[in-house]
Structure formats: C-alpha cells, structure tokens
C-alpha cells in the first residue's frame, strides 16, 4: 500500500488534545464572563494568554476575580462544552481509542466543567486534567488551584514530560501559545484553527487544520495499515476529513506543513 508523505509510518501511542477553541467551540472562561456581564474585559485577557503572552498564574486570577463565578454555573458550562463540541471530536476520539492509541485531556479550563465534557467525549477521568476550584457552601468563588501545573505557560510540557516517559510516539492538537510550547517533545504537533484562526500559531504547527471539523486528525494520525482496519462508517469519516485535508481556502491551506 502506498504511503503519502504525511502519514505516520509508525503507530502514534498518545494523543493530547486541549479543551477550549479545540474539542469546543468554545472558550469556557469567556463563557463564563458574559453570563455574570464582564465580558469586555476577560475576553481580552484570553485572547492575549491565548495569542501573545501564554497563561500565567497572574492573569488567571485575575479573569477569575473579575467574573466570581458561581458553582452552578461553572457546572453549567459542561452543557455549554457539549452542546458546542468540535464536530466529529467525539468520533475521533472513539477511534482513536479503539486503535489502541491513549487519549488524554490537556486544559486550563476549570476542572467540574471539563472533566464533565471530556468523559461525555469517552476519555476516562484519570486521563483528564484540568484546574480544579473551590466554593463557600453556598457555591460563591474562593479560589483555584495554585498547585497546577496548567495555569503556567509551560504546563502542558511539563505533564507530557511526566505522562510519557519512554520513546513512544506522541501527538497533541491544540488552538494556543500554551499548546505550541510543548511542540518539541511531541511526534507531531498539529495546530487547529477551525475555531480561531490564529497565524503565529499556524507557523509554529507541524500541520496546522483550518477546517470546522476534526474528522482531518485521522489522515494525520494513522498509518496506512491502521486506516486499513476502520469500519466503513468510521472510513467514511476519514475520507471526510482527507476531503478537509487536500482543500484549500483563501490560500490557506485547510491543513500546511
């Protein structure tokens, strides 16, 4: 069988995805924000930890001081993350797991809402990682915790580093700064800008998807042999996003290496 200049000659054993603007649509604390009528000023502060600066412990407090969200709502958002979801990122994950390939979570998002979403998607728990927060008994905001590793900017590195420690072959999907510092250490690092489309991040890609769907991550995650062992419907899906993979918008292709 013929293998294209993109596709893995070896079997990828871990795939990370990030949460907000990759498996959703959209970005929870922004969400949050506009429910409690703060938007104005928390979405730019997103965007410039997502596109400039990276997240750091300063400016997570900060957005968080702001909005005080309640612990309803941030149970709340989960629905949002769901109803919201990427088209096909459940799909992709169900076989992506099916193949024998280990799936995890990577989020600064906070923890009730995106451990909801990401076991609905089929991850399991402990393979989700986010940022947990506390509430007074009533569900007012306390804090968040200070401890994790993932409101810094390296912090996604630093639990790939910690989840795998061996010569596997990895991948991780991702919209942000936050995402592109731990480039390095993966297989193949692919950008998604089928929510935000961001250039800078789109240079530091290996590939990088312009495309609504995340159908394309199986021509870039499969082997040859792999997509030989797909179900005609999950085969169907793959042709979808090679479509995705081979078209161009604007010049811009819907994935560029």
């Not at 612990?71 to 799909?91: F, G, M, N, P, R």
């Not at 010569?167 to 991780?172: D, G, Y």
Request: negative net charge; charged residues 15%; proline residues 4%.
């Amino acid at each position: 069988m013929a293998i294209l200049n993109w596709q893995m000659q070896q079997p990828i054993s871990s795939v990370f995805f990030d949460c907000d603007g990759t498996l959703t649509s959209i970005e929870g604390i922004n969400q949050l924000a506009e429910l409690k009528g703060v938007a104005s000023q928390v979405v730019a502060l997103t965007e410039l930890a997502m596109s400039s600066t990276g997240i750091n412990e300063g400016l997570y407090t900060e957005r968080l001081k702001i909005i005080l969200p309640h612990e309803t709502q941030v149970h709340a958002l989960a629905q949002s993350y769901i109803k919201w979801q990427t088209q096909h990122a459940k799909d992709v994950i169900t076989i992506l797991q099916r193949l024998g390939k280990t799936v995890y979570i990577l989020s600064a998002g906070l923890e009730p809402a995106v451990i909801f979403f990401g076991k609905h998607l089929g991850v399991p728990e402990e393979r989700i990682f986010s940022v947990g927060i506390t509430f007074d008994a009533q569900g007012h905001y306390l804090d968040f915790d200070h401890t994790s590793p993932l409101i810094h900017h390296d912090g996604k590195r630093r639990l790939i580093q910690q989840l795998v420690r061996d010569a596997r072959l990895t991948s991780l999907i991702g919209d942000g700064l936050n995402d592109c510092v731990a480039a390095d250490i993966v297989t193949r690092f692919i950008g998604f800008g089928g929510v935000f489309f961001r250039e800078n991040i789109a240079r530091l890609s290996d590939y990088y998807l312009n495309a609504p769907t995340l159908s394309p991550l199986l021509a870039l995650l499969l082997t040859a042999s792999e997509i030989q062992l797909l179900s005609p419907a999950e085969n169907q899906l793959y042709q979808l996003g090679l479509n995705y993979f081979l078209m161009q918008d604007s010049n811009i292709p819907a994935i560029k290496k």
